[in-house]
């Protein structure tokens, strides 16, 4: 494991210390009253034994228990709010920094989600565990003293199974620690997979290729099946031995009090009282198994950790509001306020090129003479517009979804969907711009359309259209046209018309991932292999 995952542990623990003491004081109230029940309960069976039982000594026998019982309920409520506040720290913050990585994070969207899930709810348990394996060693301690206090001849015959509990411990933290890391990291990579085969889901039926798909998702079962075996042979071990040493324990203690008993070194009352401290002297071998979820929380901090510890962008510096928009790479350069059209066969590298342009992808590209890994990430989102051909609508009504990541208000909302030809759409809704997006049925030309207004409404410097008046037809697509050159931005459109390539000034033509050339689109047609891209 590593120091980073303890680190992150450690702070989960340091975030936990309020709520932790409460906790600690009412688990240490809780094993008091338990840890004072077998000698109550011996006072009192000794006392009914004799005809002497009184009412003070029954009521001391309930009073221990009910306060074992609350303390006990409390307890469990505080630990659960204090996993609960935890699992949502490390939520957070793992998700701060997945986004802060963008599209330059090298984790996968389902070994992600494993991770923000299922990791970050193991690694907040910690507190859990920790307060349940320190009060196990302190009932485990005070029932040993307790017990030799009554006679030393139990506690020693007790003590002598202690090293075969230490030993089952430790086997088990040994064989179990590398198997619960490989478990985790392949249901991570298998969460990616299935991801991926629902993202694709439409294509995978249109193509017949379900079964070839779902081979490729259950291909890494095997390693997940051995990893689980290995852990759960592991816990299987522990269990049967720790099963038979617990009552091989009291039952050699419940011999050697008889014994006791029958010397008159005890009375049946302390009897009773030695094998309740030997039931509680071994509550620490049967938390043996919190040490599996030590081990897991300890593999899942290290996971969230790998993530924490991958570089950001430094914040870099503000552009300012003066510029035209010029994009500038090694090969090209994109005057300010130019309409440029990127084209080219399917899989020629048109969206990865746009992507680059727009510093989603890494790239050596410049905006107004600045690389766009120096300037703010907040500035440079309100600079650099997207729009794309199946935009994913985020927000609890319309006018969210076109206002979403900005400040805009409703008229700057109205007036991007009015460019982006959707307004009158909208307001023929139940609920106009207030509809809620889930009872808004769209189409994908309409869709695309919300997208487009998404991306007007930040007023940019460079609007990127990566498809995304794909699904419109032609005469709203020149509509849309016309409202985006009054914006007087840089625009640079993905695009498999040639009306569309026409009207703009430059075109882009790409081939297997390289520029192949850059001209206006008159000057290009005369090349045959130009205008097969169209056809």
């Known amino acids: 494991m590593s120091r980073a995952g303890d680190g992150l542990l450690s702070e989960v623990a340091r975030l936990n210390r309020g709520r932790t003491v409460l906790i600690v004081l009412i688990t240490v109230l809780a094993a008091g009253a338990g840890l004072l029940l077998p000698g109550a309960l011996a006072a009192a069976v000794d006392s009914a034994i004799s005809g002497r039982l009184s009412r003070p000594h029954v009521s001391w026998v309930l009073a221990l228990g009910l306060a074992e019982v609350l303390a006990e309920v409390i307890g469990g409520i505080l630990t659960v709010r204090a996993t609960s506040s935890a699992t949502a720290w490390l939520r957070r913050t793992l998700a701060d ?34 307060v349940q394996l320190g009060s196990s060693v302190v009932v485990s301690a005070g029932a040993v003293t307790l017990l030799a206090l009554l006679d030393l001849r139990l506690a020693l015959v007790f003590v002598a199974g202690v090293p075969v509990a230490m030993f089952i411990a430790r086997s088990h933290l040994r064989h179990t620690a590398d198997d619960i890391l490989t478990y985790q990291e392949v249901s991570g990579e298998l969460s990616a997979r299935l991801l991926d085969a629902m993202h694709g889901r439409r294509t995978i039926a249109a193509s017949g290729t379900a079964d070839r798909e779902a081979g490729r998702v259950l291909r890494p079962l095997p390693d997940l099946a051995a990893a689980g075996a290995g852990m759960w042979r592991t816990q299987a071990r522990m269990v049967w031995r720790a099963a038979l040493l617990l009552p091989a324990v009291e039952l050699i203690v419940l011999i050697a009090a008889g014994l ?23 509550s620490l071998v049967r938390q043996i198994p ?7 929380a300890r593999s899942c901090a ?8 991958e570089p950001v962008s430094p914040a870099g510096k503000l552009l300012g509001p003066l510029g035209t928009g010029t994009i500038a790479t090694e090969d090209i350069t994109i005057p300010g306020g130019t309409f440029v059209a990127v084209v080219g066969r399917s899989g020629s590298g048109k969206s990865t090129l746009v992507a680059q342009l727009g510093g989603l992808v890494p790239a050596h590209v410049r905006l107004d003479g600045m690389p766009l890994e120096r300037i703010r990430p907040e500035e440079l989102r309100t600079l650099i517009s997207y729009a794309f051909e199946r935009p994913a609508l985020i927000g609890a009504t319309v006018a969210d979804a076109v206002g979403y990541g900005t400040w805009s208000g409703r008229t700057a909302v109205r007036e991007a969907c009015r460019a982006a030809q959707v307004h009158d759409l909208i307001v023929r809704l139940p609920g106009g711009y207030d509809t809620p997006l889930t009872e808004t049925p769209l189409s994908g030309g309409e869709a695309q359309r919300i997208g487009l207004a998404r991306a007007l409404v930040r007023q940019p410097r460079v609007l990127i ?30 695009t498999h018309r040639p009306a569309t390539a026409a009207r703009a000034d430059l075109v882009l033509w790409m081939e297997k991932g390289r520029i192949r050339a850059m001209a206006p689109h008159e000057r290009l047609w005369g090349n045959p292999g130009y205008r097969a891209v169209f056809e």
């Open 465 to 494: 259209l990566d498809d995304a008046t794909a699904s419109l037809d032609t005469v709203t697509e020149s509509f849309v046209d016309d409202a985006i050159t009054g914006l007087g931005c840089t625009r640079i459109m993905v």
């Open 302 to 309: 290290h996971r969230i950790a790998e993530v924490l510890a």
């Open 260 to 282: 006791a008993v029958y010397n008159g070194r005890l009375t049946i009352g302390e009897m009773l009282a030695a094998l309740g401290y030997v039931a509680l002297g071994m």
């Open 97 to 130: 920094r997945l986004l802060a990585l963008g599209l330059r994070s090298r984790f996968s969207e389902g070994d992600a989600l494993s991770r923000l899930t299922g990791d970050c709810h193991s690694a907040g348990a910690l507190t859990s565990i920790l």
């Open 290 to 296: 919190l040490l599996t979820m030590l081990t897991r």
